[in-house]
């Protein structure tokens, strides 16, 4: 089945977080500054070569941060990353004290 472009053109997903909550997800999981960029387009649908392209570092090195980040996030794969994510995003408490 051929992917389904984003309204914007392209066939990256829409990002699943606002700038702000990417900052509180990285403080909140203590993921580096490059580890949060490679979470947020592993959340994206970028493979390892689409990242690499867009951090300017060899695929090598994506792997080695996907590695820090799979051990990090106690996941063994993409999907897991995700779901991590959303799951962590949604027990952060809010600024009023709800979750």
Known sequence: ??????????????????AAQ???????????????????HICRARSNDEIAAKLGIS???????MKCLFEKLDVRDRVGVVVRLVSADRSIPCRDGKT
Not at 6 to 17: A, E, I, K, V
Not at 30 to 40: D, E, N, T
Not at 59 to 65: A, E, G, I, N
């Open 1 to 18: 089945m051929p992917s389904r472009p984003t309204p914007r053109g392209s066939n990256d997903l829409p990002d699943l977080f606002t």
């Open 22 to 40: 990417w900052q509180t997800l990285a403080d909140h999981l203590g993921l580096s500054p490059r580890q949060r960029q490679v979470a947020r």
């Open 59 to 65: 695929s090598h090195t994506v792997h080695m941060h």
